[in-house]
């Protein structure tokens, strides 16, 4: 277990949707990260977000979005889902940044668009 | 933009040690060695990361060559649980320092 975890687990949605993606850090960690595993693109970054505040923006398409609340959980927004954003998503934290440490991964929520 | 070039696939036997290379040859002064593994589709898991020197811990060792253009992972006794796919990774500490994974090798290790 690392600490880091996310709901749902799985999400059944049809094209068009919006769903919403939840992450709760370690506790004390700092920074988020949002990552998308699709079985033909791998494991991409999306974006970061520390203490509140967008850090580093990866492949992060338009109709995503992402914010950090202040108890620094940290929510995914997916709009006018389609087909291809089927994947898994995997939120990770660490304590800081800018430092040596580790990520650590929650366990992803998978979404599938019909 | 891949900074990193991995074997797509190795394999190993049950007890013996797995040694997967890593070529990163465009790496800066300020960039560390990461590595990480996901077995089937469970989140990553941290291994090791080193700058300079090499690097043990209780999971793995990391062996960096003097010029840090490549670098070794090596898991002295793969068991049958170590198969999986192995990311190594290079991060930057200033500017963005945000993890990017390439696509790793997939490493089976076999009874």
């Known amino acids: 277990d690392s600490g880091v975890t996310q709901t749902p687990k799985h999400l059944i949605t049809a094209t068009g949707q919006r769903v919403t993606l939840r992450c709760s850090p370690r506790?004390?960690?700092?920074?988020v990260y949002w990552y998308q595993q699709s079985l033909d693109q791998g494991l991409q970054f999306l974006i970061q977000y520390y203490n509140g505040e967008e850090r580093a923006k990866g492949n992060i398409l338009e109709r995503f979005s992402a914010q950090q609340f202040p108890d620094l959980h940290s929510e995914l927004n997916l709009s006018s889902l389609e087909l291809g954003d089927s994947a898994l998503y995997f939120c990770?934290?660490?304590?800081?940044?800018?430092?040596?440490?580790?990520?650590?991964f929650g366990e992803g929520s998978r979404l599938t668009v019909l | 933009d891949a900074k990193t070039t991995q074997p797509p696939s190795m394999d190993c036997a049950e007890g013996r040690a797995a040694n997967l290379p890593c070529n990163h040859s465009t790496i800066s002064g300020n960039e560390y060695v990461y590595w990480y593994r996901q077995i089937h589709s469970q989140g990553p898991q941290y291994i090791i990361h080193g700058l300079k020197n090499n690097e043990t811990n209780e999971m793995a060792s990391l062996i960096i060559t003097e010029d840090r253009k490549s670098s070794t992972l090596i898991l002295p006794h793969a068991t049958l649980r170590d198969t999986a796919v192995y990311y190594c990774?290079?991060?930057?500490?200033?500017?963005?320092?945000?993890?990017?994974f390439g696509a790793g090798t997939r490493l089976t290790v076999k009874p």
């Open positions: 506790s004390g960690d700092l920074s």
């Open positions: 990770a934290s660490s304590v800081d940044w800018g430092q040596v440490g580790e990520l650590f």
């Open positions: 990774i290079v991060r930057s500490l200033t500017n963005n320092n945000d993890m990017r």
